[in-house]
C-alpha cells in the first residue's frame, strides 16, 4: 500500500477523558503542566503514532471547555478525522453537541465516535447508549459513524480504536500523491522563538510539500519569506510533504509579524488577503433575519474573530465584513458563531473573496446562485470570466468553451466583441490613454492594452502623444524603449527645446539625465558614441520631433501647434514681422530665429529683411502634420 500521512483529532465534552485517550493511543501526553494542575485543556496539544503499516498519524487534542472554543475550533480545519470523544458515564452533554455541529461546518470529512471510560457502565447500558448515540449523531450530522467503546484508564479496547482509526483513513494513500502536488497551505496555530532558529510557527500541512530554502509569501500581510528549518514529529527534516504536524522555521521574520490565523502558502496558492467575503450558507436558520448586520464570530482554518454579517435577501448567501484582512481561500469551510457563546448559526462555504462595486454585487449574486453544490472541483475563475469577460488563461488548465484567447488573456467572445465597438466609437469621439480607457470602462489595464494592440494590428488604431485614436500608421508603442524615453524628455522640455549637451536641472546635462533613468543594458547602448543623436535623428524622420537649426529638437505636435498661431488669421501674402512673431509663440529670441528657419524650409513662409512673408496656410490640421 502506497504510504500516507495524516492528521486527526479528538473533540468532545470537557473532563471526558481526550487527553488520557490520547496518552493511551500513542504514549504522549499533550497537556501542558499548569492544564495537569487545573485538569483541563486550554489550548491546542499534539501527538502523533505510526499506525503499524509505515504511516504516520498526527493527533491533536482540541480543548472541550466552551471557554476555550475559539481554541478548539483551530484545531479542526485540517483533520482528516475527529474522534468524537463522549464519556460512559455522563453520555451525551451541550458541548458534545456544539462539537459536533462545529466540526461538521469547519468541513471534516470523517467521523468516529469513541466511548471513552466504558469500565464506568454494565455491558448492557454501554449497548443502549451505542444505540442512542448512533441515533443521535445521525439526526445531528447527517453522518453515520463507526462506533468504539475503550477505556483509556485500563487500555481495555485501544487495538480496536487504533484498527477503526486505520480503517477510517484507509482511502487517504489514494488521495496522497494529488494533495502534495498542490500548492502548499498550512494555517499557523502556533508562532514562537527558538534559539539559534528564530521565529518559529507550527500548523498542519493540509497540502503540498515544502522544503528548506523554499520562498513562499505569509498572508495577510503577502509577503515573502523564506524557510529557514523544517521539523516534522520531533525530527529534523530538509522536506516534507502534506499531510503532517510541521514547524517552520522562518528567516528575518520578526516574531510580532507571524500570529495564529496566518496562513503560510506560495505564489500560486490562490490565498488572498481580504476583508470582505461573500459565503454561501449550508443551512439556513429561522433566526437569520435577526442576525442582519449583527457581529457575530467567524472560525476559519486557525483563524478567528469578528464579523459584521448581512444576509442576502432572497438567497442562500451572505456578506461578511472584517475590520482587517483574514487570509482565505474559494471553497473553503467556515463556521459562524453567536458572538460570545458556544453556538453555532451557520456553516458556510466561501464562494467570493474581497469587495465588489454595489452596481455589480446583482450580477454576482446571480452567478453564485448558480453555482454547483460541490465546490471541490469547481474553478472559481470561471467566476471572475463571468463577471469580468476576462481572466488570466493561466487560471485554466483547459481553456472553456466561447472564449477567445487574447496575450495572457482569455475573453468572452460576446464581451470582446460589445466592447470592441464600444472602444472604437468612444475613440471616435475622443483620443484617450490606455489607463483613461480602463478607468471609463472598469476594465483592467492590461487587458485594455491587449485590446488596443488587437486592433492596432487590425490597424483600426493607433498611439500618438500617449493617445490611442482611430487610424493606421505609426504608432508610437513601436518605438524601441530607448526611442520612446527620449521622446518623452524632449516633450517635458516644452518651448524649450532640447540640445544635445544642454544643462538640465540642477546643472546637469540632459543627455545623462536620460540614460539614467534606463536599466544598465540600454544605458550602455545610448552612451554609445553617436547613439543619441542617432536616436533624435531617427525620431525626426518618423516626424515626431522637428529638428531646428542649433541643433535644437521639438515635438513635431508642439511646433505644429506654434505654426498654425503663427499661421491665424494671416492670409497669403501678408507680412509678419519679428516681435509679433515672438509674442505669439512665446519664444525667445534664441529659439525665435531657428524656428523661423525652420517654418522657411517647410516652405511655410519666406525671409524679406526683418519680416517673413506668408507663402501659403494649412487648410487641414492633417496637412499640417503632413508638411
Given amino acids: 500500500m502506497t504510504p500516507y500521512r495524516a492528521v486527526i483529532g479528538l473533540a468532545g465534552h470537557v473532563d471526558h477523558g481526550k487527553t488520557q485517550l490520547i496518552k493511551a493511543l500513542t504514549g504522549i501526553t499533550t497537556a501542558r503542566a499548569h492544564e495537569q494542575a487545573i485538569g483541563m485543556t486550554q489550548d491546542l496539544g499534539f501527538a502523533h503514532f505510526d499506525d503499524g503499516q509505515g504511516n504516520t498519524i498526527g493527533v491533536i487534542d482540541v480543548p472541550g471547555h466552551e471557554r476555550y472554543i475559539r481554541n478548539m475550533v483551530a484545531g479542526l480545519w485540517s483533520l482528516d478525522l475527529v474522534l468524537l470523544v463522549i464519556a460512559a458515564d455522563e453520555g451525551w452533554m451541550p458541548m458534545t453537541g456544539d462539537h459536533l455541529r462545529l466540526l461538521k461546518a469547519m468541513g471534516v470529512p470523517r467521523l468516529l465516535v469513541c466511548i471513552n471510560k466504558c469500565d464506568l457502565i454494565s455491558p448492557d447500558e454501554l449497548l ?267 487560471r485554466f488548465d483547459q481553456q472553456p468553451e466561447q472564449v477567445t484567447p487574447l496575450g495572457d488573456w482569455l475573453l468572452d467572445s460576446c464581451w470582446l466583441a460589445q466592447n470592441r465597438d464600444q472602444l472604437l466609437a468612444t475613440l471616435a469621439s475622443e483620443p484617450l490613454s490606455a489607463a483613461e480607457l480602463a478607468t471609463r470602462f472598469g476594465i483592467a489595464l492590461p487587458v485594455i492594452q491587449a485590446l488596443l494592440q488587437q486592433l492596432k494590428s487590425e490597424q483600426l488604431v493607433r498611439l500618438h502623444h500617449d493617445k490611442w485614436q482611430p487610424g493606421s500608421g505609426e504608432s508610437e508603442d513601436d518605438l ?49 558614441k553617436g547613439a543619441l543623436q542617432k536616436q533624435l535623428r531617427n525620431l525626426a524622420r518618423l516626424k515626431y520631433l522637428v529638428q531646428l537649426d542649433g541643433p535644437i529638437y521639438y515635438d513635431a505636435e508642439l511646433y505644429n501647434q506654434m505654426v498654425a498661431a503663427v499661421l491665424a488669421g494671416q492670409q497669403v501674402g501678408d507680412l509678419i514681422d519679428m516681435a509679433s512673431l515672438k509674442e505669439i509663440t512665446g519664444l525667445s529670441r534664441k529659439y525665435a530665429i531657428p524656428f523661423c528657419l525652420r517654418m522657411e524650409m517647410d516652405g511655410w513662409v519666406r525671409r524679406e529683411e526683418n519680416e517673413r512673408r506668408v507663402l501659403r496656410l494649412p487648410a487641414t490640421q492633417d496637412e499640417l502634420e503632413l508638411a
Fill in 128 to 394: 443502549l447508549l451505542e444505540e442512542s448515540l448512533l441515533e443521535r449523531v445521525m439526526d445531528e450530522s447527517g453522518m453515520v459513524p463507526d462506533i468504539v467503546s475503550v477505556s483509556a484508564k485500563t487500555g481495555a479496547n485501544m487495538a480496536a480504536l487504533h484498527a477503526a482509526i486505520v480503517r477510517q483513513l484507509g482511502d487517504m494513500a489514494e488521495h496522497h500523491a494529488p494533495r502534495e502536488q498542490a500548492a502548499p497551505r498550512l494555517y499557523v496555530d502556533r508562532v514562537f522563538t527558538a534559539n539559534g532558529t528564530g521565529t518559529v510557527l507550527t500548523g498542519t500541512l493540509q497540502q503540498g510539500s515544502l522544503k528548506v530554502g523554499d520562498k513562499l509569501r505569509l498572508y495577510p500581510a503577502d509577503r515573502e519569506v523564506q524557510v529557514r528549518s523544517l521539523q516534522a514529529y520531533h525530527q529534523s527534516v530538509d522536506e516534507i510533504g502534506a499531510v503532517c504536524r510541521v514547524a517552520v522555521g522562518l528567516k528575518k521574520v520578526p516574531h510580532k509579524e507571524v500570529a495564529r490565523g496566518h496562513c503560510l502558502t506560495s505564489t500560486g496558492g490562490q490565498c488572498e488577503a481580504a476583508t470582505h467575503l461573500i459565503v454561501r450558507l449550508n443551512e439556513v436558520g429561522g433566526s437569520i433575519r435577526e442576525q442582519r448586520n449583527r457581529e457575530v464570530e467567524i472560525a476559519l482554518g486557525s483563524w478567528h474573530g469578528r464579523a459584521r454579517f448581512v444576509p442576502i435577501k432572497d438567497t442562500r448567501l451572505a456578506r461578511l465584513i472584517f475590520a482587517s484582512p483574514i487570509p482565505c481561500f474559494f471553497g473553503q469551510p467556515l463556521a459562524i458563531i453567536r458572538h460570545g457563546s458556544s453556538e453555532l448559526l451557520h456553516g458556510a462555504r466561501i464562494v467570493w473573496c474581497g469587495d465588489i462595486h454595489p452596481a455589480r454585487r446583482k450580477a454576482l449574486h446571480a452567478l453564485l446562485g448558480e453555482l454547483p453544490d460541490d465546490l471541490e472541483r469547481y474553478n472559481p475563475a470561471a467566476l471572475q470570466l463571468g463577471l469580468n469577460g476576462y481572466v488570466l488563461a493561466s
Fill in 480 to 528: 524601441g524603449e530607448e526611442a520612446q524615453l527620449v521622446l518623452k524628455v524632449v516633450r517635458d522640455q516644452g518651448k524649450e527645446g532640447y540640445e544635445p549637451g544642454k544643462l538640465g536641472p540642477g546643472g546637469v546635462a540632459l543627455d545623462p539625465f536620460i540614460t539614467q533613468k534606463l536599466p544598465t543594458a540600454l544605458q550602455q547602448g545610448l552612451q554609445q
